[in-house]
């Protein structure tokens, strides 16, 4: 799976600050279907049900004492593999999946990803589109004060990478709406699909994001729940 042809330079938002790639077809359409079908037949302790959205943790579960590893099954650590294969973690492979399932109308609050990760975000979404808002903080630490600045739509099969000031500094956050309209704050539109046109308005379906990303502080040994490699 590891396809390392991609130059990463060719997919790199420029109207964002520093950075941001974005690759639309970063899966194909069998490989989101097989992805959505391995997800929903996890057995259903497997799932964390929040208030506004429910997850599944791959590979452990984070924490700031060290997360116990866990054997990531091959269909779905492929793509960790493929991920490894852009080098975006300065040789630091993968070791952690984090999927969100959002239903039309579920979105989450503006946040960071924190200190538990090394300081990349790669996020593959499937099933529907979802616009990502960006948001910076008042420069005088209220943290409740936040201004929208710009936003990135993300379409289905494709791959965002957050790093630097839109790691550490900017916050991002999806909206609970069921529809969103394709306006100017959208900074990676020309990047994007030809059927997604700036003054239109995008019905959203269920959406599954896998964010993966490397937790530098696990234990030095794993658990394998009952996945074989």
């Known amino acids: 799976m590891a396809n390392s042809t991609y130059n990463l330079e060719i997919h790199k938002v420029k109207k964002l600050p520093e950075t941001a790639y974005y690759i639309s077809d970063f899966i194909t359409e069998a490989e989101e279907r097989a992805i959505l079908s391995n997800i929903y037949a996890a057995p259903k302790p497997k799932w964390t ?3 506004n959205r429910k997850l599944q943790n791959w590979g452990g579960v984070p924490h700031s004492k060290g997360m116990i590893a866990e054997v990531i099954p091959p269909w779905l650590d492929q793509y960790l593999e493929k991920i490894y294969a852009l080098n975006v973690m300065r040789g ?6 984090l ?40 420069k005088d630490d209220r943290k409740t004060d936040l201004t929208h600045r710009f936003s ?13 000031a839109l790691f550490e500094y900017y916050l991002h956050s999806i909206e609970e709406i069921t529809e969103d309209l394709i306006d100017d704050s959208i900074v990676n539109l020309d990047m994007c699909s030809s059927s997604f046109v700036k003054g239109s308005v995008v019905t959203r379906e269920t959406r599954i994001s896998l964010t993966i990303r490397h937790v530098p502080k696990t234990t030095s040994f794993k658990l394998n729940i009952g996945n074989k490699r």
């Open 152 to 164: 990135l739509l993300l379409e289905p099969r494709s791959l965002l990478i957050l790093q630097d």
């Open 92 to 97: 630091k492979r993968p070791n952690h999946v």
């Open 99 to 138: 999927v969100n399932e959002y239903l039309p109308g579920q979105g989450i609050m503006p946040h960071l990803d924190g200190s538990l990760f090394y300081p990349t975000i790669t996020t593959i979404s499937a099933g529907s589109h979802i616009v990502l808002k960006f948001l910076e903080p008042s």
């Open 49 to 51: 049900q929040l208030s």
